[in-house]
């Protein structure tokens, strides 16, 4: 699997917006693009996937560039219930279903009051 | 029902004892996983079940042994641990639907925190 780097961690303001970067020059054209975070306490949870296009949920925005070497999770207005460990990875689209999720070390985002 | 369950939330063993640790969905996805969280560190995935039947080992040491009775439950038995293998212990479990191909996301448990003495 192509591996990602991220920044170990980053600050925000509660109520402000938050773009948390994702290298991953090695992707492929099959690769996913997955988000997860994990709250202080609690197991891993999905925040948003993507394969070439901008993505948006409930939860957040996805950026993709356009050579897809790079992504940004966008956080439209943080909440203190935002702080985690924000992890981006790479499923390969090709590979069994039943995939590792090969976690990096994720961004850790604090947010203030 | 959107919720995977792990029971117990925290168990501390003996290098002697066994015990084991259980989780539980009713989402009907037919993959579950085990993964291994030590303190400030990222999951890393130790054992994956499709439709019951193990299909990943991440050469994980044969104290921990998995086990997935039926498609909504899946244990891990552990014997003779060491203190090293104290950690935060993660079941996972998604879809297994060959449709969704990369795009299939995983739901996971609160996790069972073990400490061994």
């Known amino acids: 699997d192509a591996k990602t780097t991220q920044p170990n961690s980053m600050e925000s303001n509660e109520e402000e917006p938050v773009h948390l970067p994702c290298n991953h020059s090695t992707i492929s054209g099959t690769d996913y693009i997955h988000w997860y975070r994990q709250l202080p306490s609690q197991g891993p949870e999905y925040v948003i996937h993507g394969l070439t296009s901008n993505v948006n949920n409930r939860m957040a925005s996805l950026a993709i560039a356009e050579d897809r070497k790079s992504s940004t999770l966008i956080l439209h207005r943080a909440t203190l219930r935002d702080a985690a460990v924000y992890y981006c990875i790479l499923r390969d689209d090709g590979s069994s279903n039943t995939g590792k999720l090969i976690f990096g070390q994720g961004t850790t985002l604090q947010v203030k009051p | 029902d959107t919720e995977v369950t792990q029971t117990p939330k925290h168990l501390v063993m003996g290098m002697t004892n066994k015990k084991s640790l259980k989780c539980e969905q009713h989402?009907?996805?037919?993959?579950m996983y085990w993964y291994k969280q030590k303190a400030k560190k990222p999951p890393e995935l130790m054992f994956v079940?499709?439709?019951?039947?193990?299909?990943i080992n991440e050469s994980v040491p044969s104290r921990f042994s998995p086990e997935c009775p039926n498609s909504s439950l899946l244990n891990l038995h552990l014997h003779a641990l060491q203190p090293e293998d104290s950690a935060l212990y993660l079941c996972?479990?998604?879809?297994?639907?060959?449709?969704?191909?990369?795009?299939?996301?995983?739901?996971f448990g609160p996790g069972t925190r073990l400490l061994v003495l």
């Open positions: 989402m009907g996805h037919r993959a």
């Open positions: 996972a479990s998604s879809q297994d639907d060959w449709a969704s191909g990369g795009a299939e996301t995983q739901y």
């Open positions: 079940y499709s439709y019951e039947k193990l299909s």
